[in-house]
C-alpha cells in the first residue's frame, strides 16, 4: 500500500511540475506577440514575411519570394513597436527600391493587418498595403 502511494505522489508531483513549465513558457510569449507574429504575405501575394519578436521589438525578413531568391533574408520591418492599442510603429525597407518609409501597423481583423508607409520625417503617405496572415 506505502509503495502505491509514494508512486502516485510522484506522478502527480511529475505532472504538475510539467504543467508549471508548460505555463511559465506561454507566459514568455507576449500577446503582441501571439497577434503579429508569424508569416505574413504582401498585398501582392508574392513575398512572405516573418515577423518576429526580439525584446518586445519586431522585425520581418523575406522568407520566400515568388520568382527571385535574390530577396531572401532581406530584412524588410525594423525596430516595430507596439503600443497598449496593439498599433505598431517602425521602419520599412522595399527591397526592390532601397527606399526606406516610417510605417504605421493596425490590426483590420484577425489574419489580416494594415501597413501605412510614410515618407521620412514627413506625414505623406507613401503608400498602404494589407498582409494576410500566411496559413499552410
Known amino acids: 500500500m506505502g509503495t502505491n502511494v509514494l508512486l502516485i505522489s510522484f506522478v502527480v508531483l511529475a505532472l504538475g511540475v510539467m504543467v508549471l513549465v508548460l505555463l511559465v513558457n506561454n507566459l514568455e510569449s507576449s500577446p503582441v506577440s501571439l497577434i503579429f507574429g508569424g508569416i505574413w504575405l504582401n498585398e501582392a501575394q508574392n513575398v512572405r514575411i516573418l515577423l518576429h519578436e526580439v ?5 520581418g525578413s523575406v522568407i520566400w519570394a ?10 524588410v520591418v525594423e525596430n516595430l513597436r507596439f503600443d497598449r492599442s496593439k498599433k505598431g510603429k517602425g521602419k520599412y525597407y522595399d527591397p526592390i527600391t532601397g527606399k526606406h518609409y516610417e510605417i504605421n501597423l493596425s490590426m483590420k481583423r484577425k489574419g489580416l493587418i494594415q501597413i501605412k508607409a510614410y515618407y521620412p520625417n514627413s506625414e505623406n503617405l507613401a503608400f498602404s498595403q494589407e498582409w494576410k496572415q500566411f496559413v499552410s
Do not use: A, M
Open 55 to 59: 525584446d518586445s521589438v519586431f522585425q
Open 66 to 75: 515568388n520568382g527571385t531568391d535574390r530577396l531572401l533574408g532581406f530584412k
